[in-house]
C-alpha cells in the first residue's frame, strides 16, 4: 500500500522516485500490460509536491493534476496577497497507460486525495473503489512567532481537475466497498474484468497480469529496498 508522500526513502526523488522506479521495473518485466491496485487506503498524504510529481506519473501530457487557490503574507505590505495555480502534465508519464484501480477509505486524505481527483477527473477509465475519503483539501505553512513560537495557518485550497472543492466533502469512489469485504479480492475480481474486455474468448490469463502496487512503509518513513508491485496469484485456465 502507498501509505505516504515524502521525500526520504533508499531511492533519490522520495516517493515519487520511489514510484517511478517501480513503474521502470514493471516494464521491464512486462507485465505492465495488466491491471495495477493502487492502495491507498490509510494514507494521511503528505507532500504537495511528491503527491503532484506522482499523479503526474500516471497522467498524460496537458492532463491537469490540481487546482489550487492560495495566500501569503508578504513583509513589505499589511495585506495577504491571493493568487491561483494550475498543475498539469507536461509530458506523458511512465505509467499513462496502465490499467488503474484506486482503493481508497475514509481515512485517505490531503495529498492521497489529490491523486485520487487527478485519476478520478483526469483519466475517467480509472476506476476507485472502497469508500468515501476523509475530505481534506486545504494546506498549511509554519510562521515564526514571538518568542520562539510556531504557528500554523492555512494557506492553501485545492481543488479537483475541474475545480472541485472537495474539502469536508471528501470523494465518493465510483464503486463501494463494505467495511468488512476482502477489499483486495474485489479489486482483483474488478481488474480481471477490466482485462477481459481486451481478451477475445475468455479471460484465460487476466489473472496473472493484474498487478498490486504493494510498496511497503515503516512509520514514520519507509525503509528498505522492498517491491513496489507484486504480481496477484495466478490461475490457470
Do not use: C
Not at 498524460?60 to 505590505?77: C, K, L, M, P, Q
Not at 479480492?185 to 487476466?206: C, E, F, H, P, Y
Not at 502496487?213 to 485456465?237: D, V
Amino acid at each position: 500500500s502507498l501509505t505516504q508522500f515524502g521525500d526520504t526513502g533508499t531511492v533519490p526523488g522520495g516517493t515519487a522516485g520511489e514510484f517511478l522506479q517501480a513503474v521502470t521495473a514493471l516494464k521491464i518485466s512486462g507485465a505492465d500490460s495488466g491491471a495495477v491496485i493502487l492502495d491507498m487506503r490509510g494514507n494521511p498524504g503528505g507532500l504537495l509536491d511528491q503527491s503532484i510529481e506522482v499523479a503526474r506519473a500516471m497522467l498524460s501530457a496537458g492532463d491537469t493534476v490540481i487546482r489550487t487557490h492560495f495566500r501569503e503574507y508578504s513583509e513589505n505590505v499589511d495585506v495577504p496577497l491571493f493568487g491561483d495555480s494550475l498543475y498539469r502534465a507536461t509530458i506523458d508519464g511512465m505509467a499513462n497507460k496502465l490499467k488503474i484501480i484506486v482503493l481508497v477509505d475514509e481515512y485517505t486524505a490531503s495529498a492521497a486525495e489529490l491523486v485520487t481527483a487527478a485519476l478520478k477527473e483526469s483519466r475517467p477509465e480509472v476506476v476507485v473503489m472502497g469508500q468515501t475519503t476523509y475530505g481534506k483539501a486545504r494546506g498549511q505553512v509554519l510562521v515564526s512567532l514571538p518568542q520562539g513560537a510556531l504557528g500554523k495557518i492555512t494557506s492553501l485550497a485545492l481543488k479537483s481537475p475541474r475545480g472541485i472543492d472537495y474539502n469536508e466533502i471528501g470523494l465518493t469512489p465510483e464503486i463501494a466497498i463494505a467495511s468488512n469485504a476482502d477489499w483486495l479480492a474485489a479489486a482483483q475480481s474488478q481488474a480481471i474484468s477490466m482485462l477481459a474486455k481486451r481478451i477475445v474468448g475468455g479471460i484465460s490469463n487476466t489473472r496473472q497480469n493484474a498487478i498490486e502496487i504493494n510498496r511497503r512503509m515503516t512509520t514514520p518513513h519507509w525503509r528498505g529496498p522492498r517491491p513496489f508491485f507484486k504480481p496477484l496469484p495466478s490461475s490457470t485456465p
